[in-house]
């Protein structure tokens, strides 16, 4: 079968990485039709926006898109692409899986927990204001409808993927209106679930702390926008660092599978950016498209290819001399 899918290559290493997926995709044998789409600085050189309708079109109408990272300006210029698009797309579930991997040193051993992150509220509906001069503001939107609809898919994916808790990271003690609904909407929703599904809360400080300290405790972490993004990070660095973080953000229209990573401007083009978190992402889109065969071997190559240890394989960020292209061609070697 021939699946239609978006590839939005993205900035810095995002070309090189997605590059990479698709080479051990189509290594795996999965027949994919891909639609390439601006964004971000092509976006902008090409069509006079990072952003532009035809990519949010497409990607609508196909329903399943691979992204690589995309640049965003500090403290100034274009909004950040990423978090527009997730909007525009409706995503508003982001899934990120946290494991590790053998061969690759880390602060923990056996970490397995699944983050879960609200996408389109909280900070992240990026609306400041400047209230006068020298004084500026950010509000933060939660809504009922919005946090209602995350703790239900974070219930739902626990119990449909075999995870016993829940923990929800807050800080409602401070922000009692806004992370107190957030909170409210999960304990409500968890009721229905109680009979399978254990269910805690956590000052995200403290949840931090614990999750270096002892990330066992951990099986499904259910957060808002902006502590999410942040929580991932630190777990991304638990298992190896960011390019071993894939992720994946759901919708009711479509799909959109992504690394976790940004577009690390100082390494690109210099072949040597770690491209199993982009990999990693796309062995998840081929389970979404119900290619599970295809993605568990994919799963399986690269952990074989950790294994080995070989150094001359390896990206630097993993202790190694190699590149992007020899790294990519252990893991498709492991394939056969």
């Known amino acids: 079968m021939t699946h239609t899918v978006c590839l939005v290559p993205g900035d810095g290493i995002g070309p090189e990485v997605t590059s990479a997926a698709k080479r051990v995709i189509e290594a795996a044998g999965v027949d994919i039709e891909w639609v390439n789409l601006p964004a971000g600085e092509t976006g902008i050189e090409f069509f006079g926006s990072p952003l532009p309708e035809r990519t949010i079109a497409a990607i609508i109408g196909h329903g399943t898109a691979l992204k690589g990272p995309i640049t965003t300006p500090v403290a100034g210029g274009h909004g950040n692409v990423s978090v527009k698009l997730r909007q525009r797309l409706g995503l508003s579930a982001a899934i990120r899986p946290v494991k590790s991997m053998p061969g690759v040193k880390a602060l923990h051993a056996n970490v397995d927990l699944i983050i879960i992150r609200e996408n389109t509220e909280g900070l992240f509906s990026g609306i400041e204001n400047e209230v006068a ?45 806004t992370d107190g609904l957030f909170l409210r909407c999960a304990r409500k929703v968890h009721r229905s679930f109680a009979d399978q599904i254990t269910y805690e809360e956590m000052i995200v400080d403290n949840g931090c702390m614990q999750l270096v300290r002892n990330p ?71 389970e979404h498209l119900a290619e599970d065969a295809a993605s568990l071997r994919i799963r399986n190559a690269c952990e074989l290819a950790l294994s080995e240890g070989d150094a001359s394989v390896l990206t630097p960020d993993l202790g190694g001399s190699g590149s992007t292209t020899s790294l990519t061609d252990a893991v498709i070697r492991a394939l056969k």
Request: positive net charge; contains cysteine; proline residues 5%.
């Open 216 to 286: 066992g405790q951990f099986d499904v972490i259910l957060l808002d926008s902006l502590t999410g993004g942040m929580v991932s990070s630190v777990a991304a660095g638990l298992v190896g660092g960011p390019g071993m973080a894939p992720g994946a953000s759901f919708g009711q229209q479509c799909v959109l599978f992504e690394p976790v990573h940004g577009s690390a401007p100082d390494i690109a083009r210099k072949g040597i950016a770690n491209p199993l978190a982009c990999i990693l992402s796309g062995a998840m889109m081929l």
């Open 133 to 177: 001069p020298g004084v500026v503001q950010a509000l933060k939107v939660c809504t009922t409808e919005a946090s209602t609809r995350i703790a239900k898919f974070a219930f739902e994916y626990a119990l449909s993927h075999d995870r016993k808790k829940v923990t929800v990271l807050h800080r409602a003690d401070l922000l009692k209106k």
